[in-house]
């Protein structure tokens, strides 16, 4: 069973540009969430998607956006991109709602670097 | 406000020893209770889990205590491998919400010593 795909693993940005990352979930699973890793706030929770709708999301700026889609693939995006958003983004797959089976599984994440 | 804090940024075992690593938590709507070990770029990995109507749950060398009056759980690895040697998170969620939405602590960095 494949696990958890993330692509890019790497990707170098300048500030004010946007970028797209992507994730593809366990087969099976519906919930996919999306998490940031930086050395000074750990992993921080940015939004969850169950069945293509968004049912939880972080305290992040508007900017940090993201979707799902029926495949139960998710993509996250970032509008004008910010030195401080240098960071590991991470995607998490569950199996469906709270309550059922709440162990999630990462990706390997994506590396983003902003210059 | 950290909800779920892991108050030993690091801590140094030798092989063949028991490591415990520990966590604590705030927020008593926390029902479920999960550990992941990290190693740098990658991804976390699950490792153990405990809702809150246990008080203990076992895995081969790995077992979980959660002690809810303390609101203060513990992994304990048993006996200790060099390959255990990474970064350690626990994390909490409230098991019968709608939502898989993770709070995570800060990390242990262990390093077991051959």
């Known amino acids: 069973k494949a696990g958890v795909t993330q692509t890019p693993r790497y990707l170098i940005k300048t500030r004010g540009q946007q970028v797209t990352l992507s994730c593809s979930p366990i087969?099976?699973?519906?919930?996919v969430s999306w998490y940031q890793q930086t050395p000074g706030q750990g992993l921080q929770f940015l939004f969850e998607?169950?069945?293509?709708?968004?049912?939880n999301k972080g305290n992040f700026p508007g900017r940090f956006s993201g979707r799902q889609f029926s495949n139960s693939r998710s993509e996250m995006n970032v509008s004008t991109l910010e030195l401080g958003d240098s960071a590991l983004y991470l995607c998490?797959?569950?199996f469906g709602r709270g309550g059922l089976n709440t162990e999630a599984f990462f990706g390997q994440g994506t590396r983003l670097t902003v210059v | 406000d950290q909800q779920v804090k892991q108050n030993s940024p690091s801590l140094s075992v030798q092989e063949g020893r028991i490591s415990i690593l520990n966590c604590d938590y705030t927020n008593s709507m926390f029902d479920y209770f999960l550990w992941y070990k990290k190693y740098p770029a990658e991804g976390p990995t699950f490792l153990i889990s405990i809702s809150s109507i246990k008080d203990k749950n076992e895995d081969g060398r790995f077992t979980v205590f959660l002690n809810k009056s303390a609101k203060h759980l513990s992994l304990h690895i048993v006996p200790s491998q060099p390959g255990d040697s990474a970064v350690y998170f626990c994390a909490a969620s409230r098991y019968g919400g709608a939502t898989n939405k993770l709070i995570f602590g800060t990390g242990t960095l262990l390093a077991v010593q051959p």
């Open positions: 998607y169950f069945s293509e709708t968004q049912r």
């Open positions: 998490a797959s569950s």
């Open positions: 087969s099976g699973h519906r919930s």
